[in-house]
């Protein structure tokens, strides 16, 4: 079974920077796409961006393109997702997802194993 701890959510003003961590166990990840979604307040779970862990192809929505960054760390076992230029648009809860393989990478139906979330408030 594969688990996934998200840490570093938190309160920041807008323009600033978090740095999301997901620890991940349980499992081999090196065929494991790992992603990122985010859940706003009164709104349905959307995709923020996912990462190969075996090549570390990355994809990203346009809402976070050129701000935010997924990487992964083998010896750890951790993706990160590091977040730039926050807006309060991006207030949510953020969840770090794996699969291992099928369709939908884009959509949270995809994805088999889930984190608890960590809740990312962006003031203005």
């Known amino acids: 079974q594969v688990q996934l701890v998200e840490s570093g959510g938190g309160l920041v003003q807008a323009g600033g920077s978090l740095r999301l961590s997901c620890a991940a166990s349980?499992?081999?990840?090196?065929?494991?796409?790992m992603g990122w979604f985010r859940q706003p307040p009164g709104k349905e779970r959307e995709f923020v961006g996912a990462i190969h862990w075996s090549d570390e192809r990355t994809y990203y929505s346009d809402s976070v393109k050129g701000r935010f960054t997924i990487s992964r760390d083998n010896a750890k076992n951790t993706v990160y997702l590091q977040m730039n230029s926050l807006k309060p648009e991006d207030t949510a809860v953020y969840y770090c997802?794996?699969?291992?393989?099928?369709?939908?990478?884009?959509?949270?139906?995809?994805?088999?194993?889930w984190g608890q979330g960590t809740k990312v408030t962006v003031s203005s």
């Open positions: 997802a794996g699969r291992y393989g099928g369709l939908l990478l884009y959509h949270p139906s995809g994805y088999a194993y």
């Open positions: 349980g499992r081999t990840f090196s065929t494991a796409i």
